[in-house]
């Protein structure tokens, strides 16, 4: 039996979380990925809260404290990380299509982590289904305003 749309949306942005938590070993607050799918042209990013401070993946050892082991934030490893984000864009598109349902242009995915909780996850999800046309050079610009918005 096929998966229906939402079962199948919502497992691919899961594993869009999951493979940027273990790109922390789940020390993490949050995380935030931005991605934006035009005509084939895909684009991702993702960035952290950690020990309350917001980091981009290159900083990730910014926020570290004292004694804490620090992260892998080798090109390698970032590199890894993206072509699995754009990877699973590329299939949330796929779902979208064979289910005659249409693909957002933006997704800005959020999930926050609270250990101490029954459920420790909190996945929130926002979508943009128009093409974006405010003068700004393309998907990274709008990546970074969100981080910038985010830092406030």
């Known amino acids: 039996m096929k998966k229906g749309f ?3 949306f919502s497992h691919l942005q899961s594993d869009m979380v999951s493979i940027c938590l273990e790109n922390v070993e789940n ?4 995380v935030y990925i931005y991605a934006y799918f035009h005509q084939g042209r895909t684009f991702c990013n993702y960035f952290y809260r950690i020990h309350g ?3 981009k993946k290159h900083q990730l050892n910014t926020a ?3 004694g804490e082991k620090p992260y892998d934030v080798s090109i390698g490893r970032q590199k890894m990380v993206l072509q699995i984000l754009n990877d699973d864009l590329l299939q949330i598109q796929k779902v979208c299509e064979s289910h005659e349902h249409p693909m957002p242009e933006e997704l800005k995915i959020v999930c926050t ?3 101490k909780t029954p459920n420790p996850y909190r996945l929130k999800a926002s979508y943009a289904y128009e093409k ?3 003068g700004k050079t393309g998907p990274g610009d709008w990546a970074e305003e969100w981080f910038a918005s985010l830092s406030v």
Request: proline residues 5%.
């Open 53 to 55: 401070k917001l980091v």
């Open 132 to 134: 974006k046309q405010d």
């Open 27 to 30: 020390r993490a607050d949050a």
């Open 64 to 66: 570290l404290s004292a």
């Open 113 to 115: 982590i609270h250990p």
């Open 6 to 8: 939402e079962e199948q």
